[in-house]
């Protein structure tokens, strides 16, 4: 199948459950995961009409956006060490998954004139081998992040457990909505959610998904990672 046949697939599939889910159409936001694809599978999903695409090691971002100049928008949605902060802050629209203020401040400090949008990213699992703050805390986080320069803080970000069947993620997409809609009732820019991959952004999606992360569906199956 080639990328622009994939992506139909997708943007069908996610159609359709937007509409199934009762939401507007253009609710939902498809970021195209390239990590480790090369530039000429990006040119060929931008040549089909994607502008959102995510990265999810640092200096990957760097390189690729120093070779693709078309206009496409940059998400990083990695693991961010601060000290790789350098090359994503002025780079990246998004920062998805952003879960203690210090690693805020610093991408607040290198975004220029023009802040980075960042997401609160929450262990919703309560997985202990996992990053990202627990729900219990995280709505003090937010609100923290809400008061740092350079940085606006749009929305809440998860990868839920490892599950076989995508339904049995449901209650975890779930649990993010409904911690976005406390923050947001006590006055926090929640808005976006980022959720779902390949194989379960259809129910992160009924769950009020805005921004699903699709890879493999997309590309295909990711070549080796160099070095
Ligand atoms: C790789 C990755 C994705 C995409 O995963 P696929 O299963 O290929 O769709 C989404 N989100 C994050 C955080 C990732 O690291």
């Given at each position: 199948?080639?990328?622009?046949?994939n992506?139909?697939r997708v943007?069908?599939?996610?159609?359709?459950?937007?509409?199934?889910?009762?939401?507007?159409?253009?609710?939902?936001?498809?970021?195209?995961?390239?990590?480790?694809?090369?530039?000429?599978?990006?040119?060929?999903?931008?040549?089909?009409?994607?502008?959102?695409?995510?990265?999810?090691?640092?200096?990957?971002?760097?390189?690729?956006?120093?070779?693709?100049?078309?206009?496409?928008?940059?998400?990083?949605?990695?693991?961010?060490?601060?000290?790789?902060?350098?090359?994503?802050?002025?780079?990246?629209?998004?920062?998805?998954?952003?879960?203690?203020?210090?690693?805020?401040?610093?991408?607040?400090?290198?975004?220029?004139?023009?802040?980075?949008?960042?997401?609160?990213?929450?262990?919703?699992?309560?997985?202990?081998?996992?990053?990202?703050?627990?729900?219990?805390?995280?709505?003090?986080?937010?609100?923290?992040?809400?008061?740092?320069?350079?940085?606006?803080?749009?929305?809440?970000?998860?990868?839920?457990?490892?599950?076989?069947?995508?339904?049995?993620?449901?209650?975890?997409?779930?649990?993010?909505?409904?911690?976005?809609?406390?923050?947001?009732?006590?006055?926090?820019?929640?808005?976006?959610?980022?959720?779902?991959?390949s194989?379960?952004y259809?129910?992160?999606?009924?769950?009020?998904?805005?921004?699903?992360?699709v890879g493999t569906a997309i590309?295909?199956?990711?070549?080796?990672?160099?070095?």
């Amino acid at each position: 199948m080639s990328i622009a046949a994939n992506l139909d697939r997708v943007r069908a599939t996610l159609r359709g459950a937007t509409a199934a889910a009762g939401r507007p159409a253009d609710a939902v936001r498809l970021v195209a995961v390239s990590k480790i694809q090369p530039v000429a599978a990006i040119l060929e999903a931008a040549a089909a009409g994607q502008v959102d695409f995510g990265e999810n090691y640092a200096q990957e971002l760097r390189d690729k956006t120093a070779e693709i100049t078309l206009p496409v928008c940059w998400h990083f949605i990695g693991a961010l060490q601060r000290n790789k902060v350098k090359y994503v802050a002025g780079r990246a629209t998004l920062v998805h998954d952003v879960d203690n203020l210090p690693l805020a401040e610093e991408i607040g400090k290198r975004s220029g004139e023009r802040p980075t949008g960042i997401l609160l990213g929450v262990n919703i699992g309560e997985e202990p081998q996992k990053s990202g703050v627990l729900p219990k805390d995280a709505l003090a986080l937010a609100e923290a992040m809400t008061r740092i320069p350079g940085v606006t803080l749009q929305g809440l970000m998860c990868i839920p457990p490892a599950v076989d069947e995508p339904s049995a993620a449901a209650p975890y997409f779930a649990a993010l909505a409904d911690l976005a809609a406390r923050g947001r009732a006590a006055g926090l820019p929640l808005h976006e959610l980022s959720m779902g991959m390949s194989h379960d952004y259809a129910v992160a999606i009924q769950h009020g998904a805005t921004l699903v992360r699709v890879g493999t569906a997309i590309f295909g199956a990711r070549p080796p990672r160099a070095g």
